[in-house]
């Protein structure tokens, strides 16, 4: 064999061997929720982000059915979900380049709301693989979320939950907790996580039970590797 198929056989072999993605830093909640809450969300970036970093801003607002507008360069939305009359939940990604700022969410009508921003190392610039909207449920308990395949080696599984009580929602069977969840308001969310080793595994299913039963969704979504 060539000198340069070695070093090129060594690359993918390197390449294959990256690990999955992990949690970095979590910025301060932002919680509107007293009163008719607002028509908006201004995040609070993490400190500890660094360059490279995948930003993940997570919202929660009670009300279904909110359409989105976000402000911030560079800021791109993922996925929006509504159940049944009582809540909507989104996620928002960005990459980390010494030039972000936080960015604000708007919507119309009043709505109580919670974010978080979550950053993540290791992740590919293009970094979104599989993502579903999970779950939904009005006024029921367990909270849960459908299972996620995903699509390359390696990945880490993003969980997100939120309902529109307070108080503190488990974290799933197989998931680590990323930073810590927001439980002293309305409406309380979480995120966890789930490192993946194959592409085409199935993320755990998830099923908890929250402190009350009202309106909620799940969301997932895969971060691929380096």
Not at 105 to 125: C, D, E, H, Q
Not at 179 to 195: L, N, Q, R, V, Y
């Amino acid at each position: 064999m060539s000198v340069r198929n070695i070093m090129l056989s060594e690359h993918i072999a390197g390449a294959a061997s990256n690990p999955a993605p992990t949690f970095n830093a979590a910025g301060t909640a932002v919680n509107n929720g007293t009163g008719t809450g607002s028509a908006s969300n201004v995040g609070v970036l993490p400190a500890g982000r660094k360059t490279g970093d995948i930003l993940i801003m997570h919202l929660f607002a009670d009300g279904s059915g909110k359409t989105f507008t976000i402000s911030g360069t560079g800021w791109v939305q993922g996925d929006s979900d509504g159940a049944g009359g009582g809540s909507t939940e989104a996620w928002f990604w960005r990459i980390v380049d010494a030039t972000e700022t936080a960015p604000t969410i708007s919507w119309v009508g009043g709505a109580k709301n919670t974010s978080i921003i979550y950053a993540f190392s290791g992740a590919l610039a293009s970094p979104i693989g599989a993502h579903i909207n999970a779950g939904a449920g009005g006024s029921t308990n367990p909270m849960t979320s459908a299972a996620l395949t995903t699509t390359a080696v390696n990945s880490l599984v993003i969980f997100l939950g939120g309902f529109t009580g307070s108080g503190l929602i488990p974290t799933p069977a197989s998931y680590t907790i990323c930073g810590t969840a927001f439980s002293t308001a309305t409406p309380s969310m979480i995120a966890a996580s789930e490192a993946m080793t194959a592409s085409g595994g199935s993320s755990a299913a998830v099923s908890v039970t929250l402190p009350t039963a009202t309106f909620w969704t799940t969301m997932e979504f895969e971060l691929k590797a380096n």
